[in-house]
């Protein structure tokens, strides 16, 4: 349970900005920063997902909906070896846009088997990230927003 829910605001307050300065950088990224970029993402919905537990959050954030892309399963296996092909496994020129609740955000980033950021363009900033869950690999790959994710830890 969360004692005190100001000090997991202000982290994920100071993760939005990490990841909001990464954005901005073009699409060179080291493993290095791949990593700290799943690592802020991962962290933060957890967070999230902690706050809206322990009724930490207003309910019209813990109660919100984002957009998010789906992009359905081809039937390629994804597996540790393959995982971070998607276009191998998934068909992302058939994109459908829907409605998610933010805690359904939390648990596939926190069981996160797909992770992978989107780019603007070939050269571009980083514009999103693709996931999928454990348990979802093989119907679908999503996608949501940097300004998404970045907007919900800062809690608007």
Known sequence: MIWESKYWKDDLRRRASSLKCLQAQKAHFTL????EIEQQVMIGFYCI????EAEGLP???SNKTVRVD????NGQ???STNWDMIGLHYALNQKTASRRPVLWLCHKFVHSYVFTPSFRGSYGPMDGIYFNSDRSKDKQLYRVT???IV???NMR
Do not use: C, G, N
């Open 151 to 153: 907007s919900l830890f």
């Open 77 to 79: 296996p994804v597996d």
């Open 59 to 61: 309910s019209r954030l």
């Open 70 to 73: 789906e992009f359905p399963f």
């Open 146 to 148: 940097m300004r998404t």
């Open 49 to 52: 997902r902690k706050l809206i």
């Open 32 to 35: 290095e920063q791949f990593a």
